[in-house]
Nanobody, 120 residues
């Protein structure tokens, strides 16, 4: 398993920006990486994912506002979040999957999560 540590969360006003980082204990070049979030009382949901081959997709709710990226040399994945809304408030987790990545159950390694709060 890969050990993952997220950082970059915090409190931001609506319309603001944050960049989350997820640093892995090993190489992330050959694995699929996803960002998930979980709001109080809700199920954990996919925000964005980037595959081994660089394929990227986003949840409809964040398209055009969030950008996932990866720096293989630093073993770090990022989630740039712009135009944040109160409904983006959640604990954000990064996760990795070594094979299939189509379902949350495919992601076997998880970070501890970082809180993002969007409020005025």
């Amino acid at each position: 398993q890969v050990h993952l540590v997220e950082s970059g969360g915090g409190l931001v006003q609506p319309g603001g920006s944050l960049r989350l980082a997820c640093t892995a204990s090993g190489s992330i070049f050959s694995i699929n990486t996803g960002w998930y979030r979980q709001a109080p009382g809700k199920q954990r949901e996919l925000v964005a994912r980037i595959t081994t081959y660089g394929f990227i997709d986003y949840a409809d709710s964040v398209k055009g506002r969030f950008t996932i990226s990866r720096d293989n040399a630093k073993n770090t994945a990022y989630l740039q979040m712009n135009s944040l809304k109160p409904e983006d408030t959640a604990v954000y987790y990064c996760a990795t999957a070594s094979g299939s990545y189509s379902d949350i159950a495919d992601f076997g390694s998880w970070g501890q999560g970082t809180q993002v709060t969007v409020s005025s």
